[in-house]
Every structure is written in C-alpha cells, then in structure tokens.
C-alpha cells in the first residue's frame, strides 16, 4: 500500500524559516513532489526530487533521502502569502501520484 | 498558451441529479487524472488514463464514470449512485516519464443542494 505522512499544521513567523517533514512508505518511486495550494485553489508546483540530496529554487528548498523515506520542504524569509497547504506527493513507476492530506501553514506577523 | 481548463467553477446538484465535469487539456499530455479533496483533507484519486479509450479506477471510483475518447479531454460524471458528492473536483495531467509532475486545472466545487 501507499502511505504518506505530513503534519497537519503549522504556524510560523513573517521572516523565519520553516521546515516542513514528509515521510512515505510507497510500493514504487519514480519522484517526490511538493505543491503549495491556497485555499479554494488548485495545487501549484513547487519542487521536485528523485536523487538523495538538497534541491534549491530560491526561498524553497526540498530535500530528500530515499533510503529513510524522508523528504522535507523548507521555506526561507516567510512571507504572508506563504499561508496555505503544502501537499507532498510521491510519483510510482505507474506514473500515478499519491498524496499526503497536505500541512497547513499559518505565517503569522 | 497551453494549460488545463476545468469547467465550471462551481456547481450545483439536485439529490438524485447525475452531473459532468468537463476538463480539456492543450498539452499533448498522455495521462489524465480526476482527483476529490474534502475540506482539511488530501487528494483522492477517483480515475485516471494514460491513454486514449483506456481509463483505470482510482481509489474512490464508485459512484463516478469516465470517458477517454479524446486525448484532449476527459470528463467525469457524478452519479446519483455517489453517497456524499459535495467536494472540490480537481482535473490533471502529466506526460510520461519520471522528471515530469501534474498540471491541475483550476477545480470544480459541487455542491448538493
């Protein structure tokens, strides 16, 4: 089966830095993804990783270890509009998604 | 510009009342995938196709039909056979291969009134 843990929300500071968990015990792994999504909205892209290591674009970075089943998105100099939900998602080799229930980010001033 | 059109926005069901969702895609994407997300909750995967006439059950298929006759489009229907269908309906995309992630469209809320 396929199981995909995130917290379930989260507040931070305006300027901080916040460091989002996922863990996923899936059957098949072609990729982990992280999508931002605003309430009301369709899931954004943010990163993407298949390799063990740190992938950098900007205040977002995403990390991942395939050996512990671990990924984390860490977001740098938050910002207001950085409140919404952060879906972790791992790609199987079928070419289908299997989502976390997202974490809820509150950014508080 | 090239994307993923859901339509419409929002809709409105009489109990008992089957209703389509459209979703049109202009990518050339091979793999179409219909998703629900509850209130506070993840994404469920209802159905999906990864090529034309041909489509698989997802998790949550019951209550809900497919049709895969284009490669641009994939319309799901809700069925009066669907216990609890007030929900956020998301429409996807991907093309083969490992480096590539979804394309949502926009959503489609229904709601039973």
């Known amino acids: 089966g396929q199981n995909i843990d995130q917290p379930t929300e989260m507040t931070a500071t305006e300027g901080a830095i916040v460091q989002i968990n996922c863990t996923y015990q899936?059957?098949?792994?072609?990729?982990l993804f992280w999508y931002q999504q605003h309430a009301g909205e369709a899931p954004t892209f943010l990163s993407y990783?298949?390799?063990?290591g740190l992938e950098e674009k900007g205040r977002f970075s995403s990390f991942l270890s395939r050996s512990k089943g671990y990924s984390y998105l860490l977001l740098k100099e938050l910002q207001m509009k950085d409140s919404a939900s952060y879906l972790c998602?791992?790609?199987?080799?079928?070419?289908?998604?299997?989502f976390g229930s997202g974490t809820k980010l509150n950014v508080k001033p | 510009d090239g994307g993923i059109t859901q339509s419409p926005k929002y809709l409105f069901r009489k109990e008992g009342q089957n209703v389509t969702l459209s979703c049109e895609q202009n990518?050339?994407?091979?793999?179409m995938y219909w998703y629900r997300q509850d209130p506070g909750q993840g994404l469920r995967l209802i159905y999906y196709?990864?090529?034309?006439?041909?489509?698989q059950k997802g998790d949550i298929a019951e209550g809900y039909s497919v049709s895969r006759e284009k490669k641009e489009s994939f319309p799901l229907t809700v069925t009066s056979a669907q216990k609890n269908p007030t929900a956020f309906y998301l429409c996807?995309?991907?093309?083969?291969?490992?480096?590539?992630?979804?394309?949502f469209g926009s959503g489609t809320r229904l709601t039973i009134v």
């Open positions: 899936t059957s098949g792994f072609n990729g």
């Open positions: 990783n298949v390799l063990d």
């Open positions: 990518l050339n994407h091979d793999a």
């Open positions: 196709s990864q090529i034309v006439n041909d489509f």
């Open positions: 998602a791992v790609k199987d080799n079928f070419n289908k998604f299997y």
């Open positions: 996807a995309s991907s093309t083969r291969g490992p480096l590539y992630g979804y394309t």
